[in-house]
């Protein structure tokens, strides 16, 4: 079993900037690809970036290119998502979640386990 836990989220004016964190316990953290995704109110949940089980390979989503950075630790077990030059659109609760493969994916259905996400709120 693999445990996932976000933190970092926030209210953010626009244009500000948030680091997302996610702590994984459990199984060999270097084994699993990993990936943010986000849901808004009223919306289905989307992809947002993913990086390689070794982190040598990174996906995102193209609302978020060039603004979102995905990365890992494999010593801290731990997977970060910056998020720069945030906009309103951004707002959604943000999800960390495993996969049991070794390249990154953005299909949901792709994944294993799943954290309880954090709240990123970004405001005029």
């Known amino acids: 079993q693999v445990q996932l836990v976000e933190s970092g989220g926030g209210l953010v004016q626009a244009g500000g900037s948030l680091r997302l964190f996610c702590a994984v316990s459990g199984r060999t953290f270097s084994a699993y690809a990993m990936g943010w995704f986000r849901q808004a109110p009223g919306k289905e949940r989307e992809f947002v970036a993913a990086i390689s089980s070794g982190g040598g390979m990174t996906n995102s989503a193209d609302s978020v290119k060039g603004r979102f950075t995905i990365s890992r630790d494999n010593v801290k077990n731990t997977v970060s998502l910056q998020m720069n030059s945030l906009k309103p659109e951004d707002t959604a609760v943000y999800y960390c979640?495993?996969?049991?493969?070794?390249?990154?994916?953005?299909?949901?259905?792709?994944?294993?386990?799943w954290g309880q996400g954090t709240q990123v709120t970004v405001s005029l």
């Open positions: 979640a495993a996969a049991s493969r070794r390249y990154p994916i953005r299909g949901s259905e792709g994944y294993d386990y």
